[in-house]
C-alpha cells in the first residue's frame, strides 16, 4: 500500500519511529473538545437545560452524518478487505439486527433532555456554524483518498475519555436527566475502541514518510478543528446569548440545508 504524500511536507526530516509517530498522533489530545469551555462546564455541572438541550440538538446534526461520512469513505476504497471492517461503523450508527444503532440512541438522549424525536429530526436547532463545520468534513470524506478520510476519523483516540466523563459526571450534576439517555455514551465506549484500532492500523501502514506522517496530523488537527467549531458556535449561542441574527430577530431564521 502506497503512502500519503503531500508538497506542503516537510521532506528534509526523517519519518517518525512508529512509537514516535503514535505519540505525535496522541498529544494531539490536548485539542480535543473535551477542553472547550462548553463542554468542561457540562462536566463540571455549570450548564443550563437549555445549554444541554442545544448541544444535544446540534451534535445530533454530526450524529446522523456521521454513516454518510462512513458511506462515502467506502464508495472511494477499493480494498474489500477495509471495506468489510469499515461497513461495520455504519451498521453501529444505523442500526442492524436487535441493536437499534447510534442514532436511536442519541434519540433517546434528546427524549431524555427534553427534546422531542420531532424537534431533532426538523433540524430547526442546528446553528449554522455547526452546520457549516459538519459538512466541511463530511465534503473533505467524499473527495479524499479513503487512507486519509480513515485518518480523520482518529480524534476517536479521544472519545472514550469523553464518554466516561459524562456518564462519571452528568447523573450528579443533572438528576433531571433520564437514566435511559446514557445508552449512547455506553454503547460507544466498546465501539469507539474497536474503530480506533482499525484507524491506527491504516495510519501505521500508508504513513512510512515524515510527509505522510505530518499530513496525517494535519488531517487530525483538521478533525479536531471542526469539532471545536461547532462548540464555539454553540458558545456563541447558548452561552453569550448571541445565536445567528439575534441584533435583528429572536426567531431561528438561519437555513436547515440546501438540497
Not at 15 to 44: C, N, T, W
Not at 128 to 138: H, M, Q
Not at 178 to 207: I, P, Q, S
Not at 238 to 253: A, E, F, N, S
Amino acid at each position: 500500500m502506497t503512502g500519503i504524500t503531500s508538497p506542503l511536507a516537510n521532506a528534509t526530516k526523517g519519518a517518525m519511529s512508529p512509537a514516535d509517530f503514535r505519540e505525535a498522533l496522541m498529544a494531539k489530545g490536548a485539542y480535543y473538545h473535551i477542553h472547550h469551555p462548553y463542554q468542561v462546564d457540562m462536566a463540571e455541572g455549570r450548564a443550563t437545560p437549555e445549554q444541554l438541550r442545544g448541544w444535544v440538538a446540534n451534535r445530533f446534526y454530526y450524529q446522523v452524518n456521521i454513516p454518510q461520512k462512513d458511506a462515502a469513505l467506502l464508495a472511494n476504497c477499493p480494498d474489500a478487505a477495509t471495506r468489510r471492517r469499515w461497513i461495520q461503523r455504519l451498521l453501529d450508527h444505523d442500526g442492524h439486527d436487535d441493536d437499534d444503532g447510534g442514532i436511536e440512541a442519541w434519540l433517546t438522549l434528546g427524549e431524555a433532555v427534553g427534546l422531542t424525536r420531532d424537534e431533532l429530526w426538523s433540524q430547526e436547532h442546528v446553528l449554522p456554524g455547526v452546520r457549516f463545520a459538519v459538512d466541511a468534513y463530511v465534503n473533505f470524506v467524499r473527495r479524499a483518498d479513503w487512507r486519509e478520510a480513515a485518518i480523520s476519523s482518529l480524534t476517536e483516540l479521544f472519545a472514550p475519555e469523553a464518554h466516561k466523563s459524562r456518564l462519571a459526571t452528568w447523573p450528579t450534576h443533572y438528576p433531571w436527566i433520564d437514566e435511559a439517555g446514557y445508552g449512547y455514551f455506553r454503547k460507544r465506549l466498546t465501539e469507539a475502541r474497536r474503530d480506533v484500532e482499525h484507524g491506527l492500523e491504516v495510519a501505521m501502514a500508508v504513513c512510512a514518510t515524515r510527509e505522510a506522517q505530518e499530513r496525517a496530523l494535519e488531517i487530525l488537527q483538521f478533525k479536531l478543528d471542526v469539532l471545536w467549531t461547532m462548540l464555539d458556535a454553540m458558545s456563541m449561542a447558548y452561552q453569550l446569548g448571541r445565536p445567528p441574527y439575534h441584533t435583528v430577530t429572536d426567531q431561528r431564521v438561519y437555513h436547515r440545508g440546501l438540497t
